[in-house]
């Protein structure tokens, strides 16, 4: 290779040149709150973000999913007694505030490159009798050797209050730093926390949805994230309609693809894909 690009990630503008890379709103956090929030999480591999919603913006969100929650799941991971609605955000803007949360960004901002996309935003209601979920990991289908760090990352986020009892996320504190090693079933922890905290933890955890033993159902909303230079779990791209992107804030804009990481991966036609969000761009 020429000496002259002999490393392209020397090249940390943005070719396109038109649409600069924007600051995360991660950056208004007290970084004592970051460094604080980031240390748990190193330790434990999860953070519980308690009372990030008010009442109010809990009732705005129940009241907007519940009516779209319609069927159950398809196989057993999913859940036969658990309902799930994706493609959240062409649905509702009730939901944007769970996927651009500045406590959120702000931890996202210290562990993955910038411009790191939103892989996956979901609801989740565990119904009365649903059984647990089995462990998993949510990077696990990135073929990459553990232990190391985590490519993805997750904010499962309690509308309802989340018990032992009602369907709250097992997981398994410390297990982000195994290697080949598989969990057992005695070893789960149930995440309680109050309606409108999140719980944040990194894509290499174990962990699992809880068993509803409660004859009311739990709600709940996930956001997933990864490095930029990975394939999300949903193709954004392709599921959400531009006149989405365009009501959304610049933080979810840039995590749904319309931007670059430097220096061309995301490129349409050789430019930046949010000339796809211009006046008269052609559809593609």
Not at 40 to 45: H, L, N, S, T, V
Not at 154 to 178: K, Q, R, V
Not at 205 to 210: A, C, Q
Not at 263 to 273: E, K, S, T
């Amino acid at each position: 290779m020429s000496a002259d690009v002999s490393s392209l990630v020397d090249l940390n503008g943005d070719l396109a040149g038109t649409y600069r890379r924007t600051a995360s709103s991660g950056a208004s956090i007290d970084p004592a709150v970051v460094d604080a929030d980031l240390a748990a999480f190193e330790r434990d591999g999860y953070v519980i973000l308690r009372d990030l919603l008010t009442p109010e913006e809990l009732a705005e969100i129940r009241e907007a999913v519940v009516p779209l929650l319609d069927r159950t799941g398809r196989n057993a991971f999913e859940g036969h007694g658990t309902q799930r609605l994706y493609s959240v955000l062409n649905k509702t803007r009730a939901c944007d505030r769970i996927a651009d949360h500045p406590r959120v960004l702000a931890l996202l901002d210290r562990l993955f490159l910038p411009n790191y996309l939103l892989s996956m935003l979901q609801v989740i209601r565990i119904l009365p009798g649903e059984q647990a979920q089995m462990l998993h990991t949510d990077d696990g289908f990135y073929p990459l050797p553990r232990p190391r760090k985590p490519l993805g990352a997750a904010t499962i986020w309690a509308i309802d209050d989340f018990t032992a009892e009602n369907g709250a996320t097992d997981l398994i504190p410390g297990s982000h730093l195994w290697g080949d090693r598989l969990p057992d079933g005695e070893e789960r922890v149930p995440v309680v926390m109050p309606a409108g905290s999140c719980v944040f933890f990194g894509g290499t955890l174990w962990h699992g949805g809880g068993a509803n033993r409660t004859d009311a159902p739990r709600l709940a909303l996930t956001a997933q994230y990864c490095e930029p230079w990975l394939r999300p779990q949903e193709a954004f791209t392709l599921s959400i309609t531009r006149d989405t992107v365009r009501a959304v804030s610049e933080d979810i804009r840039r995590m749904l693809g319309y931007s670059i990481h430097p220096p061309f991966i995301g490129q349409v036609d050789g430019m930046h894909p949010k000339r796809l969000l211009e006046p008269g761009a052609p559809a593609v």
